[in-house]
């Protein structure tokens, strides 16, 4: 099974920062199947990026992501009010199934 | 525009089984693109993927090593729609359980059932 550690547990940022979030993985994610969440209170996860570097629909382009093997980075540009949340990443290499960071928590300074 | 949604109990006494169910609109539990997935999140587990079914010329259904003596998906064709059965459950069981369309990425979720195991 592949553990994705995520770095740091809490960014404590103003709006307009930038945010860098990190995923690593214990091993080689194949494929670039990793994805990014945003999830906010009560709320399920909603899908970011997909593909390691690609936008889903509707995702402001403020969201950017990048890696590839075991190192992943998602960036938030310019931090605007909503983006106030827990980060998690995910792979989804069809085997054995899906496994997710346990979270980056970008909260106001 | 896919959307899920799930029902069910939200009490579960410890040994009891816990079910759920995932009604899908806008899409084919039958797909030979897309995976029906659980997965359930709790603070001292974080989000932990449970297991998933799909359709490719037949069905196939994997789960999570850590409840894969105790768990069953199955699809429902006839109402498009997919369910969970999580036996022997204990307060350990007791967590937020969502259904999500797998693909690239997870694009659709379930609203989540708060699940508490309790006597």
Request: charged residues 15%; contains cysteine.
């Amino acid at each position: 099974e592949i553990v994705l550690t995520q770095s740091p547990d809490t960014l404590s940022l103003s709006p307009g920062d930038r945010a860098t979030l990190s995923c690593r993985a214990s091993q080689s994610v194949t494929g670039g199947f990793l994805a990014w969440y945003q999830q906010t209170p009560g709320q399920a996860p909603r899908l970011l990026i997909y593909a390691a570097s690609s936008r889903a629909s509707g995702v402001p382009d403020r969201f950017s992501a990048s890696g590839s093997g075991t190192d992943f980075t998602l960036t938030i540009s310019r931090l605007e009010p909503e983006d106030f949340a827990v980060y998690y990443c995910q792979q989804y290499d069809n085997s054995p199934g899906w496994t997710f960071g346990q979270g980056t928590k970008v909260e106001i300074k | 525009q896919v959307q899920l949604q799930q029902s069910g109990p939200g009490l579960v006494k410890p040994s009891q089984t816990l079910s759920l169910t995932c009604a899908i609109s806008g899409d084919s539990v039958s797909s030979s693109s897309a995976a029906w997935n659980w997965i359930r999140q709790s603070p001292s587990r974080g989000l932990e993927w449970l297991g998933r079914t799909y359709y490719r010329s037949k069905w196939y259904n994997d789960y999570a090593a850590s409840v894969k003596s105790r768990i069953t998906i199955n699809p429902d064709t006839s109402k498009n729609q997919f369910s969970l059965q999580l036996n022997s459950v204990t307060p350990e069981d007791t967590a937020v359980y969502f259904c999500a369309r797998g693909g690239t990425g997870a694009r659709d979720w379930g609203q989540g059932t708060l699940v508490t195991v309790s006597s």
